[in-house]
């Protein structure tokens, strides 16, 4: 009996992936960070980069992104900062801030994590595996100031092994290295759910 030959597909072709990769959109970012305008901007401020994205034209999100947005953080001032420009033309940007708390970054979260670990509170218990690590959702434990600003700071859950103790979220003031507890161990109006586990 003769075997049934497999039709004939043509040859495969690999689609490379639309838009920059993120190597690319990294240096994007930092070409970003020496332009003048921007260190105009931004002054003396210590400021940390949290995200570099790109981003596609409202009326065009079937074609390739054509724009990039680099997310900056100014905790002294309490306000973020977003550069704006064309992938085409990446040295002329558009510089904008906002009041609201941007998300964080996977590079605070995990800076958060090292100081919750380092905290005396559960440095043992994290080591023996009794409390769980996770990203909860909020991601942010905000606190108002007297001046009506925003003090924006990472969220870190913590979740019992070996007992129905249930959850604590904490708040990690990343420029002081703080952990931050609450009463009922949540801040008010929080109800965490996983995001991350680690």
């Not at 070409?31 to 260190?39: D, G, H, I, P, Y």
């Not at 940007?93 to 009041?99: G, H, Y």
Request: glycine fraction near 6%.
């Amino acid at each position: 009996m003769s075997k049934k030959k497999k039709p004939d597909t043509g040859p495969t072709v690999m689609r490379k992936p639309s838009g920059p990769t993120r190597d690319e959109l990294r240096m994007i970012g930092d070409r970003a960070m020496t332009l003048e305008s921007v260190r105009q901007f931004i002054g003396c401020g210590n400021v940390r980069r949290l995200h570099v994205e790109a981003l596609h034209d409202e009326d065009k999100r079937t074609k390739p992104p054509s724009r990039f947005r680099v997310t900056l953080y100014d905790d002294a001032n309490h306000r973020a900062i977003f550069i704006d420009g064309s992938l085409r033309n990446p040295r002329r940007v558009d510089i904008t801030e906002s009041a609201a708390p941007p998300h964080p970054s996977d590079r605070e979260f995990d800076t958060a994590v090292k100081i919750v670990r380092g905290d005396a509170a559960f440095a043992a218990a994290i080591d023996a595996r009794q409390l769980e690590v996770y990203q909860p959702i909020p991601a942010l434990a905000l606190n108002e100031l007297p001046d009506g600003r925003i003090e924006r700071r990472i969220a870190v859950g913590l979740r019992s092994c070996s007992s129905d103790a249930g959850h604590e979220l904490v708040a990690v003031d990343l420029v002081r290295r703080r952990v931050i507890r609450f009463e009922g161990r949540l801040p008010p109006n929080v109800r965490p759910k996983r995001a991350r586990s680690l």
